[in-house]
């Protein structure tokens, strides 16, 4: 599938460790369903594609169709190390993209709107779009211009604490704030991550809540 300048390709960024949680969080289940499954079929229908980025996932069983590649940078752990990997498969494989989405595989709940309000958001080319709610930026759901790639490699092998942040705001960018759910067990942030066991059955208690509004 090409992607366009109104559905850019998405990756799932899934190279965490997940030490918290004891076990890989892509293949949690959640509802008798993978964690990663859940978020890819919520995101796919706002991209051109999904791919995944892991160093330990292979392939997917339960999405045949989703491409896995591994960071570009070794050595270099953290999620810039993932966008960046991004930003290079996409303008390896989607050659007409200018910008590529990101979210992590943590985030069973992320907004069915989440790439076209980024893209409203951008005014300029080379800006960064990031969501945040409550106040708080979450740094890693973004859309990123492809054409940062090499000043992103460079700050990754010379930065000493590449903090996400930083370099975001060391740029042009755009903060989409997102609303809160309001459920029935009150207001549910919709980048709620899943880090802990308890994360996991929070999620659980959620899930039918958030099934039923969207139905």
């Known amino acids: 599938m090409n992607a366009s300048p109104?559905?850019?390709?998405?990756v799932i960024l899934a190279g965490g460790r997940s030490s918290r949680m004891g076990s890989d969080k892509a293949a949690v289940l959640l509802g008798g369903r993978p964690l990663l499954s859940r978020i890819i079929d919520r995101l796919?229908?706002?991209?051109?594609?999904?791919?995944v980025n892991s160093n330990i996932i292979a392939r997917l069983d339960f999405a045949p169709g989703i491409a896995v590649f591994a960071d570009t940078v070794a050595g270099h752990a953290g999620?810039?190390?993932?966008?960046?990997?991004?930003?290079r498969h996409a303008a390896a494989c989607f050659p007409a993209a200018s910008h590529v989405v990101t979210v992590p595989t943590d985030t069973p709940f992320v907004p069915r709107d989440l790439v076209e309000r980024l893209q409203r958001a951008l005014t300029e080319p080379a800006q960064i779009a990031v969501a945040c709610s409550a106040g708080i930026m979450h740094p890693?759901?973004?859309?990123?211009?492809?054409?940062?790639?090499?000043?992103?490699?460079?700050?990754?092998?010379?930065?000493?604490?590449?903090?996400?942040?930083?370099?975001?705001?060391?740029?042009?960018?755009?903060?989409?704030?997102?609303p809160l759910i309001d459920a029935a067990a009150g207001s549910i942030d919709p980048f709620f991550n899943i880090n802990t066991p308890a994360d996991l059955e929070t999620a659980?208690?959620?899930?039918?809540?958030?099934?039923?509004?969207?139905?």
């Open 204 to 215: 659980e208690r959620w899930l039918p809540l958030i099934e039923d509004m969207e139905r």
């Open 6 to 10: 109104d559905r850019p390709p998405a």
């Open 140 to 178: 890693v759901f973004a859309l990123w211009p492809i054409s940062l790639a090499d000043e992103l490699e460079h700050w990754l092998l010379t930065d000493e604490k590449r903090r996400v942040r930083s370099f975001i705001e060391s740029h042009r960018m755009a903060v989409v704030d997102f």
């Open 79 to 87: 999620p810039m190390a993932g966008v960046l990997s991004a930003m």
């Open 44 to 51: 796919a229908p706002q991209a051109a594609t999904v791919c």
